[in-house]
């Protein structure tokens, strides 16, 4: 089945989301082939906000669907209320004698039925079942599918712009990846992290943000790291930073040892015990 809808739109990112030329490729391809985004990337790298900013960007809605471990594929379609219909039928209420009374339409089936062309965001999909991404190949494809309780048959007005992230804690199946345009974000350099953090702090001192961009870089390098800091995590720490006014003199000398407020970058015990022990180890070498 082939749903006419405008692949007119382009994307190139918003006064506030920083898109590196490969990602706005990929997003664009996607829109023009009509597959779903597969965005795979370390935690924290903006996959997620992509799909607020492309709904932003193409000022339309963005329907979220955020998937967890319990989550089932039927869950995005529809869900019958049966526990709702039977307290009914035990009160005499009359709605008990439409069952349509008691379908719940899921996030799939809101897409389908939006009058404008919306953003699907079908987020971490690798946290749910194994068997998840097949359960929605059908209708993900064909836009399309059945209610069984009412007859119904579900179509798509437009087929949704699809966006579907995923931390690579789970493989996903063949005949999914087939069916989906694939990229990696890769982790942004220096000088696109320098971009983002001039968004959202305009106003910072350059010494300041040139000192914590070499703490932030070089925290994410140490061998041993558990958790590596994102992109949002380094947000957080300069926020932190130009709250409590702290110094480029203070940056400097915590090269010696704990980052100025590291509960912002450090979110185990373990990274803490290692950054301190290779700040020990480098002062004794330094005597």
């Known amino acids: 089945m082939t749903l006419s809808s405008s692949t007119t739109e382009r994307f190139n990112g918003t006064a506030d989301y920083i898109v590196s030329s490969e990602l706005e490729l990929a997003v664009n391809a996607a829109i023009t082939l009509e597959k779903p985004l597969l965005l795979k990337g370390e935690p924290g790298t903006g996959k997620t906000r992509l799909a607020e900013a492309l709904a932003e960007a193409l000022d339309t809605d963005l329907i979220r669907w955020h998937i967890k471990s319990t989550t089932k594929a039927q869950q995005g379609l529809y869900e019958y209320d049966a526990v709702s219909r039977l307290r009914d039928s035990q009160l005499g209420s009359n709605k008990v004698h439409d069952i349509a009374n008691y379908i719940r339409p899921g996030k799939l089936w809101q897409a389908f039925h939006a009058e404008k062309r919306p953003i699907l965001l079908i987020d971490e999909i690798d946290k749910a079942d194994i068997e998840f991404p ?147 180890m480098a002062r004794r070498q330094g005597r």
């Open 134 to 280: 097949n359960d929605l190949l059908h209708e993900l494809d064909q836009m399309e599918f059945h209610v069984y309780e009412t007859g119904e048959h579900i179509k798509a007005k437009q087929r949704p712009i699809v966006l579907i992230t995923s931390n690579n804690e789970k493989a996903l199946p063949d005949a999914f990846l087939r069916r989906c345009f694939f990229h990696y974000i890769r982790f942004p350099n220096e000088e696109t992290l320098r971009a983002i953090v001039q968004v959202y702090f305009p106003d910072i001192q350059q010494r300041l943000l040139a000192e914590a961009l070499e703490v932030f870089f070089a925290t994410r390098e140490l061998p041993g790291l558990k958790k590596k800091p994102s992109t949002s995590e380094l947000l957080d720490w300069l926020r932190l930073l130009l709250a409590e006014e702290v110094s480029v003199e203070s940056m400097q000398s915590s090269k010696s040892g704990l980052m100025p407020m590291f509960g912002a970058l450090l979110k185990n015990e373990q990274d803490v015990e290692l950054v301190e022990k290779l700040a020990f």
